[in-house]
């Protein structure tokens, strides 16, 4: 039973450029989440695909961040011109209904210079 | 809104000795969810066990309970016989039920997690 893949686990970069982080769910898991954990904090919810449609985003995806699902399976979430205050762990989960827990991959761990 | 709260920035056991973990909760929702999940260093979330807010008995899972007093809005993990590898941040996380798209779809909310040290 493969779980949520994630990749890359690491990534440093310099403040200014692009970044792009991909998300496996579980294969028949059609809900898919991404979350954002900075340092002592809990992960805080970031938006929410059902399939390939984005259902929903939170105030804290700005217009820097967009994430995609384009054939209902693999997730990318890419971040523009990133930011000191981007430094997180962006998590990704997915379930196979609404009732069902969420498993959670081991999370991008992103370091901006 | 929903509000987690874990009090206990961090926790000692002895191993082999039960340990509680706390966790309260806010909310105006009659259906939701409460989950426990444990974050070892290397950063992995790992789903422990689940509550529903109308069941009436407590989730039960291996060496994992949750001890749940809905009138008091609390969700508290008890480790039975703790090990080693018990040693991990613990969040607790309340799942809304929210509709957008035409559908209903779960968001987790989570506390600021507690630090379990289990000691040889």
């Known amino acids: 039973d493969t779980g949520v893949s994630q990749d890359p686990r690491h990534k440093i970069t310099k403040r200014g450029q692009n970044v792009t982080f991909r998300c496996d769910p579980i294969?028949?898991?059609?809900?898919l989440y991404w979350y954002r954990q900075t340092l002592g904090q809990g992960p805080e919810f970031l938006t929410y695909?059902?399939?390939?449609?984005?259902?929903?985003k939170s105030r804290l995806l700005s217009d820097r961040f967009s994430a995609e699902r384009p054939k209902g399976s693999f997730s990318t979430l890419e971040i523009q011109r990133t930011e000191q205050g981007d430094s997180a762990m962006y998590l990704c989960?997915?379930?196979?209904?609404?009732?069902?827990?969420?498993?959670f991959g081991d999370g991008t761990r992103l370091s901006i210079l | 809104a929903q509000k987690i709260t874990q009090t206990q920035p961090g926790m000692f056991v002895q191993e082999k000795e039960a340990v509680t973990l706390d966790c309260t909760y806010d909310t105006s929702d009659q259906s939701y969810g409460l989950f426990w999940y444990k974050q070892p260093s290397s950063g992995e979330m790992i789903f422990l066990i689940y509550?529903?807010?109308?069941?009436?008995q407590n989730a039960t899972e291996g060496r994992y309970s949750l001890n749940f007093q809905k009138a008091r809005k609390s969700a508290n993990l008890v480790i039975s016989a703790s090990q080693l590898g018990d040693s991990a941040m613990y969040f607790c996380a309340m799942r809304e039920y929210l509709y957008a798209g035409g559908t209903s779809y779960g968001k987790l909310t989570f506390g600021q997690g507690t630090i379990l040290t289990v000691h040889p």
């Open positions: 989960a997915s379930s196979l209904s609404v009732r069902e827990p969420q498993h």
């Open positions: 294969s028949e898991h059609n809900r």
């Open positions: 695909f059902q399939n390939e449609a984005q259902l929903e």
């Open positions: 509550q529903g807010s109308y069941d009436e």
